[in-house]
Each structure stands twice: as structure tokens, then as C-alpha cells.
């Protein structure tokens, strides 16, 4: 039998996150990203289909290397406009007991001290469920409205988020102590100061020498997500990351990151299990097999392959526009996700060339990941399947039309794989970290992040 599936839902604050084109769609309701209600429906939504949580992806810059310009994603609503991700998790907090909140934020662009201290406030008033995607950025745009030429180099940019999570493991655990709050009204001490601690950073990038502003939250530090599937990206993701996001078409290629990504956790002195493995996936689903493929007969009518040339370009860091729909993607080398060329320069499903019609096509539905169309039991099959082949522990599911897509799921998907019994029926009780690991609220002794306690430094 199949183990556990874990579903985490892929969203963000903007009106075409990954599907392109389908904001038009009449069933489509990411119009309402400005709605708090927007936010706290879909919150509630997730909670009653026990997921894990939900993941909010960000950009800081518009996609604008297909074509050289950023007006394809401008006329596309290509993650643009887009508004912050961090401000909607306190009202979803707010409707919710168990749902987790993945954020995404950069370690480019703003300085780890004051990005501590927000962080420790979402985990504070999420009584410790929330989670941190780390991203070393990859728009070229986002660099130069910064005050910058362009990017780092891929791997320089990770060289500096190494130093970026330091700095906030130092602040996290190493500051105070958990007992520093006395909160003694009749000495008049609410911190007592022996107990709190510089942290005296000084590296390559960063000069930190004080403490950490805010008191401990309960988890200290938020779980640590990561996306990245290069290398480099593997190296950081096993040394820091609780929880890693992938995307690939086929089961053969995700089945090959899993493994890499397990083989480099236990060569960092890590359990192979300690992070869960989420792949992207976009589910398609109604009550029968064939109103499932009407739907995605109907959804297909709106699709724009402008819009998924423009985020594959980003994505890629390679000017799409400037290749034949016809022609393979070849060897190309990408200063943005490199992950996503790789992926695109392996085999598709039909065991031939990805072109970059095909991209333009399959990606215009569910972005990088692949698709399920089908009843629920028939996407329950196939969950199980890749599960089962890949060894991944769940998928971070994207949406064609929200909320709509995510209802399905909850309908149609969850009470098939409840009834098979490899899909919780309750929450674990516990912060975020407890839920996913099961082993306490605080960062595990062999995570890179335990040697800054406070207690052993």
C-alpha cells in the first residue's frame, strides 16, 4: 500500500500565477487577490481538505526576456501585477487551527536582520505555522529595480544566501535564551539582559553585531523551504532545506531529482527523509472521467501561449521568442533556473524532444509541472502511482481556475484517497515543523542551523 500523500496547494498574490490566460475563464476568481475574503475562503477551503499548507510563490521583478521586453506579461497579467504574500497570511492565520503558510521571500534584496524580525512576528501570530521558501531570485528585472546590473551569478547568488540563513540562524537560536522573558512585575524586569546575546556577525556580505530584536517565536526558526534542483541548489536545499519543491514532466525525471535530492541529505548528515518532497502537479477533476476531460476541453479554450512562452522564458532566463515553434530547446545555458532547462531538455512524455511549441502548449496549463485529468479515482490511481515510482512525498498543487480547482480536489480527489487510507483524515496536533516531521517545534540536532543555539555556542 501506498504511504501517505501530502498535498500542499501552489498559489499567489496575483491573477495568473501559473496557468496562462485562464484568469479569463468565468469561473476564475484570482481577480479577487486584493479581497481579504478572497484569502481567508480559500484558507478555510485547504483546511477542510486537509492540506498541508499553502505555498505562496512572489517575484520582485516582471518577466520580461521573451521578446526583451516585459509587455507580453504586462498584456498576459503574467505575475503582474502582483502584491505582497507575506500581509495575507495573518488573516488566513486568523479563519484557520491547522493549514500551514509557505512564503516565499528573496535573500537578495533585503537585508537579514529587519527579515528576521518579520518572520518571527508571522511565526508569533501563527502560533508557529509558518514556513520560509528560500530564493536566491532569478529575474534579471528585479536585480536592476534594485540598483543593480543584473543578477548575481547563479552560484554566487546561493554563496550569498549561505551567509544570509547564518546570519538568521545566529539571530534565531543563538540570541536569547528560551527563559529570557520573566515578565517579573514586581522587580520590574520583563527580559532579563544576561540572557539575550550579541551575535556578532561579521562575514563577506553581512556586519551584524546585536541581537535579535524579537523574543523567540515557537518554532525560532520558521520551517525552511527550498525550490532549487541545480547543483548548487541541491547542496543548499540539503543543508538547510525541511521542505523541497521540484517540478518535471515525468515520472523518470522527477524519480532522478528525488534521488539526487535524498542522496545529497544523507551526504550532508542528514536523514534521507528529514525534508518532505513536494512536486508540482495541476489536477483536473470532476465527478466522472469524461465531465473531467469537458472541463479540460472548456479550460483549454483560454489558454494564451504567449503567456507560458513569457514565464518559460523567465523561467529559463532564455528569449523563447527568438526560437521556431518547431525547434528543440537544445543545449542552452541559463543564468536563471537552470533546473527548468534541464528538465525541458530531457525527454518528454512521448520520449522525444521538448520544442518549444510543445512548451508553449503543455505549459499554458500548470506551468512546469504536468497535469492529471480524470474522475477522482482516476487521479487518485495515479497519485498513488507517482508516489509509489518516484518516491516523493506529495504534490504542491497548482490551480487552473481559483478556488475552483482546489474545490475539485477537496470534492472529488481527498475523500478517494481517505477511503483508501493514505490520506490524512485529521491534523497532527503541533506547530508546522511537528505536523510535517513529527519529531518537536525546534530545528532537529544534525540541521545546519542547530549548531547556532544558544545553548552550544
Known sequence: MSRQIRFNAFDMNCVAHQSSGLWRHPQDQAYRYKEIGYWTELAKLLERGRFDGIFIADVLGTYDVYGGTNEAAIRNGAQVPVADPLLVIPPMAYVTENLGFGVTAGTAYEHPYPFARRMSTLDHLTNGRVGWNVVTGYLPSAARNMGADDQLEHDDRYDHADEYLEVL???????????????????????????????????????????????????????????????????????????????????????????????????????????????????????????????????????????????????????????????????????????????????????????????????????????FVGSGEQVADELQAWVDETDVDGFNLAYVVTPGTFEDIVEYVVPVLQARGVYPTEYEPGTLRQKLHGKGDRLPAEHRGAQYKVSTR
Do not use: C
Open 169 to 371: 540562524y545566529k539571530l534565531w537560536e543563538g540570541s536569547w535564551e528560551d527563559d529570557a522573558v520573566v515578565r517579573d512585575t514586581e522587580k520590574g524586569v520583563f527580559t532579563d539582559p544576561a540572557k539575550v546575546h550579541e551575535i556578532g556577525h561579521e562575514g563577506r556580505f553581512f556586519k551584524v553585531p546585536g541581537i535579535h530584536i524579537s523574543e523567540p517565536s515557537p518554532q525560532r526558526t520558521p520551517v525552511i523551504y527550498q525550490a532549487g534542483a541545480s547543483s548548487r541548489g541541491v547542496k543548499f536545499a540539503a543543508e538547510n532545506a525541511e521542505a523541497i519543491f521540484i517540478a518535471g514532466s515525468t515520472k523518470e525525471v522527477v524519480a532522478g531529482v528525488v534521488t539526487k535530492l535524498r542522496d545529497a541529505l544523507e551526504a550532508a548528515g542528514r536523514d534521507r527523509y528529514a525534508a518532505k518532497i513536494y512536486t508540482l502537479l495541476t489536477v483536473i477533476t470532476d465527478e466522472t472521467p469524461e465531465k473531467a476531460q469537458a472541463k479540460f476541453a472548456d479550460y483549454r479554450r483560454y489558454v494564451s501561449e504567449e503567456g507560458a512562452l513569457t514565464f518559460m522564458s523567465g523561467w529559463m532566463g532564455v528569449d523563447l521568442s527568438t526560437y521556431g515553434l518547431d525547434e528543440p530547446i537544445g543545449n542552452v545555458k541559463s543564468n536563471a533556473i537552470q533546473s527548468t532547462v534541464a528538465n525541458f531538455q530531457a525527454k518528454n512524455s512521448e520520449g522525444r524532444e521538448w520544442t518549444v511549441g510543445d512548451i508553449a502548449r503543455e505549459g499554458a496549463i500548470g506551468g512546469l509541472g504536468p497535469y
